[in-house]
């Protein structure tokens, strides 16, 4: 969904690294949430923020941080990577008052 | 614990053939359900929803059915053309935080 852009869309980093994975919605949205997927494990909640001064864990925050610098934009912060971290990271964004989210295109990232 | 969860891995289906793909929820304060579509290399995309004070809901060549007796929900693909081969998952919400429950996803496979 263009709506919703992430960059970098791939991203090879080494153990130890700090990385930021970035999130920009041009949909006008409150809701901006991160998820991550591993094969045969589905979309897991990392973060999530109902508005720039609302801040939340979501079931795997752990080794992970959050900035929402504005309405628009989310980023995803891994303060010093390791290789399970490796997985892909969505982005998605929800209207107040709805529940349907919309997804980035994801970021693969590579942590070895 | 709480989960959502899919019956079957991978779906392989005629083309022109109906598809049913099947997933069951444990979480009976749910009360809104979402079924996602994800093609390779890209974000979830929105296909239908569901409340939970309805049984059925139908959208351009797809049906939801929910059964909150036996806590199950499926999606229904009517005349499965090509396009239709992706990763399918189904999502649920209490509504107490508008988070979604993510289940493992299916693959749909459409034999020509």
């Known amino acids: 969904d263009a709506d919703v852009t992430q960059t970098p869309r791939n991203r090879i980093t080494k153990t130890g690294k700090r990385i930021m994975l970035e999130c920009s919605q041009t949909k006008g949205h409150d809701r901006m949430y991160w998820y991550r997927q591993d094969p045969g494990l589905g979309l897991r909640l990392i973060y999530y923020s109902f508005d720039v001064k609302d801040i939340n864990k979501g079931e795997i925050s752990d080794g992970y941080s959050v900035s929402r610098q504005a309405q628009a934009k989310f980023s995803l912060s891994l303060e010093s990577a390791i290789p399970n971290q490796t997985a892909l990271y969505f982005c998605a964004t929800s209207g107040q008052g709805t529940r349907e989210q919309y997804f980035g295109p994801g970021t693969r990232l590579t942590v070895t | 614990g709480e989960s959502v969860g899919l019956h079957l891995p991978t779906l392989s289906v005629q083309e022109g053939d109906n598809s049913i793909i099947n997933c069951a929820y444990s979480n009976s304060a749910s009360d809104y359900f979402i079924w996602y579509k994800q093609e390779s290399g890209k974000g979830p995309q929105f296909i239908i929803d569901i409340r939970s004070n309805m049984d059925k809901r139908q959208g351009q060549r797809v049906t939801v059915l929910l059964n909150k007796t036996v806590k199950h929900l499926s999606l229904q693909i009517a005349a499965t053309q090509p396009g239709d081969s992706a990763v399918y998952f189904c999502?649920?919400?209490?509504?107490?935080?508008?988070?979604?429950?993510f289940g493992k996803g299916i693959t749909l496979s459409v034999r020509p």
């Open positions: 999502a649920e919400d209490t509504g107490a935080n508008s988070k979604l429950t």
